[in-house]
């Protein structure tokens, strides 16, 4: 509904509905528009903090649809930013959701809830959609009354995907969970054959680089030392594999992870 309000505002921006407007100016601003949506945008692991800012910039996106009417001088400006945005959601909405889907699908029936999530959203489409082509009609023109829509629409939307997302319990780790886990009062230090550790002291920087045919368990064990060192915390032998069956027994899952390492690795010869 928010989408409907937003896109009836673009059109008249770019001249629908306007005599005086140039067809071929409005077709030009369209076709710019989305070609700058297809920029894209490299997203982080933390599917949670990336959901809510997908959802944040959609709602931007729309908001300054809203307002491009108002700024007709800055009509293509305002466009390309909002296209811009949402090829930031696009990416960011469809990374997050699979691996949401994922994680919901406690019986490893991923099929089964990908289909409930898709018939679900159609649903949510339909309602949207009938009661947009009811309100259009009585709140075009009136930009008070629309206003006040967006941004209860607007609101209660973030309120509910901020919930959502809060609601989640994610069991991989990934490197803000792993540090959070792994700050306990001892940990233990080791040289790995599987990985290659640089701490810079005075900047606080760590680097890890992993070699070719790491296991899974050794990209933790680098996140695992890398805050050891940080923290100067004295350590023993069995500290790392106290702290994987600790969190193992608390539902962690250890075996795979979202930790953030690139594809690069190394050999030795």
């Not at 809203?66 to 090829?87: D, E, H, K, V, W």
């Not at 069995?238 to 899952?253: C, L, N, T, V, Y």
């Amino acid at each position: 509904m928010t989408s409907a309000l937003a896109t009836e505002a673009v059109l008249k921006g770019a001249g629908v509905g306007d005599q005086s407007a140039s067809a071929l100016a409005a077709s030009l601003t369209w076709l710019a528009k989305d070609g700058l949506g297809m920029i894209g945008s490299e997203l982080d692991y933390d599917c949670k903090k990336w959901r809510l800012v997908a959802d944040i910039m959609n709602d931007l996106a729309f908001f300054i649809d809203l307002l491009s009417p108002a700024l007709s001088g800055s009509f293509f400006i305002c466009a390309c930013t909002s296209s811009l945005l949402r090829a930031v959601v696009g990416v960011a909405g469809g990374a997050t959701r699979t691996a949401i889907v994922q994680h919901q699908a406690r019986r490893n029936n991923l099929a089964d809830v990908a289909s409930k999530d898709g018939s679900q959203e159609t649903m949510v489409n339909v309602t949207a959609l009938i009661s947009s082509l009811i309100m259009l009609p009585l709140v075009s023109g009136k930009h008070t009354l629309i206003w006040f829509l967006f941004m209860a629409f607007t609101g209660v939307h973030l309120y509910a995907n901020y919930r959502a997302v809060r609601s989640l319990n994610m069991e991989t780790l990934n490197v803000k969970r792993a540090t959070i886990l792994i700050r306990v009062p001892s940990a233990h230090l080791e040289v790995s054959e599987f990985y290659t550790l640089l701490y810079d002291k005075q900047r606080n920087i760590g680097w890890v680089a992993l070699m070719d045919g790491a296991p899974n368990l050794s990209t933790l064990k680098a996140v695992f030392d890398t805050e050891t060192i940080a923290f100067k915390r004295e350590h023993s032998e069995k500290q790392f594999d106290e702290f994987i069956r600790e969190i193992s027994s608390k539902g962690w899952k250890v075996e795979g992870s979202n930790l953030g390492y690139d594809e690069w690795t190394y050999t030795r010869k």
